[in-house]
């Protein structure tokens, strides 16, 4: 992938770009305002949070905008690249992660002269963050309070009762759409989550004892039990291989 143009356009008036066959791709996120394309002889007009995705050999026009907040790419596609299937117009598609990378774009264009390498390899993370997110399901309102309420509780005791309570649904009816989303109930969920904060817990140095107490499991063994059921190894195996790791 070669990239060769970078810019972050931010509420300045857009000149007009004539329609033109273009002979490389053009990547576009429009952060805030709106743009007017013309692609391939239809009109695609993009609101605040849109990506625009031109490929090399589309027929392109811009109207002339007076007030947009937007960074675009330009790139050629190197034979070796891995394939990369974006639809032309991706509404919504500026996500937290896709601000966080063009952030980054920022800092690095900002500061280094030579900032090609470096912005073609976020240029990349951007393509596949598009991908993961095109694929990834649109989760309800109700999904996303209860995976909140989980992510605000893992140091309290987490049951379909206090879930429900908290987002103001029965809980047959938020167990049947957690599931129905999620493939999974919202106690395994819970748990998932209970055990990606008691790894980084132990990579913290925090004694197993307790990690297994901060996550209000009373047990230490049924902690121990649900660890290696979900990571493949024990609390203790996962710590001796962490400060093994830490000592290399």
């Known amino acids: ?129 598009l991908a993961v997110n095109l694929h990834t399901p649109v989760l309800s309102p109700l999904t996303l309070q209860i995976k909140n309420y989980v992510a605000a509780h893992l140091y309290d005791r987490i049951s379909l009762e206090s879930v429900s309570k908290s987002v103001l649904f029965s809980p047959p009816y938020c167990a049947a759409v957690f599931r129905r989303e999620t493939g999974k109930s919202i106690i395994d969920y819970a748990i998932d989550e209970k055990m990606k904060e008691a790894k980084k817990l132990i990579i913290e140095g925090m004694p197993l004892a307790k990690v297994s107490e901060r996550l209000r499991f009373d047990d230490y063994n049924y902690f121990s039990r649900l660890f290696k059921k979900r990571t493949s190894c024990t609390p203790s195996q996962y710590q001796k291989f962490t400060f093994l790791n830490r000592d290399i």
């Open 1 to 129: 992938m070669h990239l060769f143009y970078f810019k972050h356009n931010r509420h300045t008036g857009i000149d007009a770009i004539p329609c033109r066959k273009i002979c490389f791709t053009e990547l576009t996120f429009l952060l805030s305002g709106s743009l007017a394309y013309t692609v391939d002889q239809k009109s695609v007009s993009l609101k605040s949070g849109d990506v625009l995705c031109v490929r090399e050999g589309s027929t392109r026009l811009r109207n002339r905008c007076e007030n947009s907040d937007y960074v675009s790419f330009n790139f050629y596609k190197e034979a070796d690249d891995p394939p990369f299937a974006l639809p032309t117009h991706i509404v919504g598609g500026v996500t937290n992660e896709i601000r966080l990378l063009l952030s980054a774009c920022d800092e690095i264009h900002a500061q280094m002269n030579d900032d090609s390498e470096r912005l073609t390899l976020i240029l990349q993370c951007l393509l596949k963050q």
